[in-house]
């Protein structure tokens, strides 16, 4: 009897038994930084907000609704982390991996529309009216705290990040990144860091100086940081939700892999995009050798599948379309022409 077919299904249950570890390992770091995020800012958002009340300065209640922003906005990417896990349905046949960059995007509205909006009114409203600001002692212990707690749960994002984004610099991850539960949590918290100090010295200055209007100052400061933020994550956001290809590098990998089989004359191309944090569906055109036969390719597909996504577990789907490099070229051309 053949032992082939069992040993290849074998092979290919382990391939997906190691993909499965691979995402579950991922989204749990995933999940860690945004628990981290989350814990930090609802006990920061309370305190600045009491201090806020007690204190009258505008600068740090618009850091106390940053902080309840935050919190919420914690709250929004584990739903999207979650949703982003479920398995395909007959609805959504690829997977919901999108729903986390759909929830990314709808957290860049709220940091917009109620952290920033919020900071400014608040802001306008001291320099129109101003009043002084009582116990100021309070508002520095509130942000003294508030940065060590901001700065542990930035190191979290920031050591999860360092992993993830290999040799590339920090500005080019960011715009390579397709996980915007790191990157939004590591942007809201070098905001909320940025926020701080420019609370910290409209407080002082109107201290010093005895201009209450400098509070106003820094709470419109805020806003301006917030509304940097929200921009950033939004057009990052914005890029994922509408559909970008793999990481770089896949490509190179898939094609060298199909060039490494001998049934596969030549190979035409790749296009990949990103369905979910961890999640690429791929589509190769390759030329075969006009002498195989059906079940001669099809084996040769079945070779291609185990071994990309031996090599890369975030691949989900590969397919893989017989097809000559003229008629490549040409619906290339005639997609570029399009564009």
Avoid at 28 to 53: F, H, P, T
Avoid at 141 to 163: H, M, N, Q
Avoid at 213 to 234: C, K, N, P
Wanted: glycine letters at 6%; a neutral charge; aromatic letters at 6%.
């Amino acid at each position: 009897m053949d032992a082939r077919p069992d040993k290849g299904g074998r092979r290919r249950a382990d391939i997906e038994g190691r993909r499965r570890r691979w995402i579950a390992r991922r989204a749990a770091r995933s999940r860690l930084v945004v628990y981290a995020a989350l814990a930090e800012n609802l006990l920061i958002a309370a305190a600045k907000l009491a201090a806020g009340l007690a204190t009258g300065s505008a600068a740090i209640l618009s850091e106390a609704v940053h902080s309840f922003v935050d919190t919420t906005n914690e709250l929004l990417l584990l739903y999207g982390l979650h949703r982003a896990n479920q398995p395909p349905d007959a609805e959504h046949p690829f997977g919901h991996g999108r729903e986390l960059y759909f929830w990314s995007f709808i957290v860049a509205l709220l940091v917009w529309a109620l952290g920033a909006g919020m900071a400014l009114v608040e802001g306008i409203s001291q320099l129109r009216h101003p009043h002084s600001i009582e116990h100021p002692l309070v508002n520095y212990a509130v942000l003294a705290a508030s940065a060590v707690f901001e700065g542990i749960s930035w190191w979290i994002a920031v050591r999860e990040f360092r992993t993830r984004k290999g040799e590339a610099g920090y500005l080019e991850a960011l715009q390579q990144s397709k996980d915007p539960s790191v990157f939004s949590v590591l942007l809201e918290d070098s905001a909320a860091l940025a926020g701080l100090a420019v609370a910290f010295v409209g407080l002082l200055a109107a201290q010093l100086l005895d201009m209450p209007r400098l509070d106003g100052v820094a709470s419109i400061g805020v806003a301006l940081v917030l509304a940097v933020f929200a921009t950033v994550l939004a057009r990052e956001t914005k890029g994922l939700l509408i559909g970008e290809p793999a990481q770089e590098g896949v490509n190179e990998s898939l094609v060298e892999v199909a060039c490494r089989d001998p049934a596969v004359c030549h190979v035409n191309g790749v296009l990949t995009v990103q369905m979910g944090p961890h999640q690429v569906v791929a589509a190769l055109s390759a030329e075969f050798d006009d002498t195989l036969t059906t079940p001669q390719i099809e084996a040769c597909i079945h070779r291609l599948e185990q071994e990309a996504m031996a090599r890369h577990p975030e691949l989900s789907s590969l397919f893989v379309k017989p097809q000559s490099a003229e008629l490549w070229r040409a619906r290339r051309r005639a997609w570029a022409s399009l564009s």
